[in-house]
């Protein structure tokens, strides 16, 4: 008798235990074991910093932007010319006008690459990642090594510094401007690369402006370094001054439709 009482209170204490560990990983889901960022107030991925505020982005703002007459067009949503994987030729999926990522197949890239440059790409989650544990998630990777993060917003309590729209492990967006998922949107974006003197110092971060369906997220942001998991990023290492495109296959099927590109001209200074 005393020991079936201790089992069903041992069960009990298991369930209970099981409940508020899913119950806090929903509330808290991030880490405080990372480094703590420049500003010394949140650490990498820090589940207690502030998340943005939800913004209704105007209806189709950002979509459908034609390309300027210099732009590269990278994208038509008719082939893959301009693109390479990490595993040869794209294995990424043509339908009607977009592109959809086949899990597995890994990573896009441009086969150009580019500096200073404006981007316009746009993007829609899965419907059918309702209810995972690890939503819609890929990635605009700008130089192919700093990320803006594309995520399924929808129910999410990630850090705030991987949201949608994040640089990624570093500056939440300014606001939520996502759409549902299944949803088309659009990422509008200006980049200046980093630079380094010829004595290998850096003159200047990256900076990266991003409008999220026409609602500005980032503003001429510093960017740390090249993006990572639960690291600080920096500079310590010199960085090629140009760099692809690419196109983040985290296992979901995002698709991708319209992206162009432009590089930004030197200007006569006054
Ligand atoms: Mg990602």
Redesign the pocket.
């Known amino acids: 008798m005393k020991k079936t009482l201790l089992l069903v209170m041992a069960i009990a204490a298991a369930s209970f235990a099981d409940i508020t560990w899913q119950a806090q990983a929903e509330v808290l889901r991030g880490y405080t074991d990372t480094p703590l960022l420049p500003s010394g107030k949140w650490h990498v991925h820090d589940p207690h910093r502030t998340q943005p505020v939800k913004v209704t982005p105007g209806a189709n703002s950002g979509l459908g932007t034609a390309a300027p007459g210099d732009a590269t067009v990278l994208f038509d949503g008719t082939d893959f010319s301009h693109w390479e994987s990490d595993k040869g030729a794209p294995q990424w999926l043509l339908r009607d006008g977009y592109m959809e990522i086949k899990p597995g197949t890994g990573n896009l890239h441009t086969k150009k690459k580019f500096s200073d440059f404006q981007l316009h790409v746009e993007f829609s989650l899965p419907v059918a990642a309702a209810g995972k544990p690890d939503p819609g998630?890929?990635?605009v990777f700008l130089q192919g090594i700093y990320?803006v993060?594309?995520?399924d917003m929808e129910n999410s309590s990630i850090y705030a510094d991987g949201g949608c729209g994040a640089i990624?492990g570093q500056s939440p967006p300014l606001v939520n401007a996502c759409r549902k998922r299944g949803e088309w949107e659009s990422f509008d974006i200006t980049f200046e690369a980093a630079r380094w003197n010829a004595q290998h110092q850096l003159i200047h971060p990256a900076l990266v402006t991003v409008f999220h369906n026409g609602v500005l997220i980032q503003n001429r942001q510093t960017i740390l370094g090249p993006s990572g998991h639960r690291i600080l990023a920096n500079y310590q290492q010199e960085l090629p001054p140009t760099g692809p495109l690419s196109l983040?296959e985290?296992g979901d099927v995002v698709r991708y439709r319209n992206i162009w590109i432009r590089q930004i001209q030197e200007q006569d200074k006054p």
Do not use: A, L, P
């Open positions: 998630n890929s990635g990320e993060q594309v995520y990624y983040q985290h």
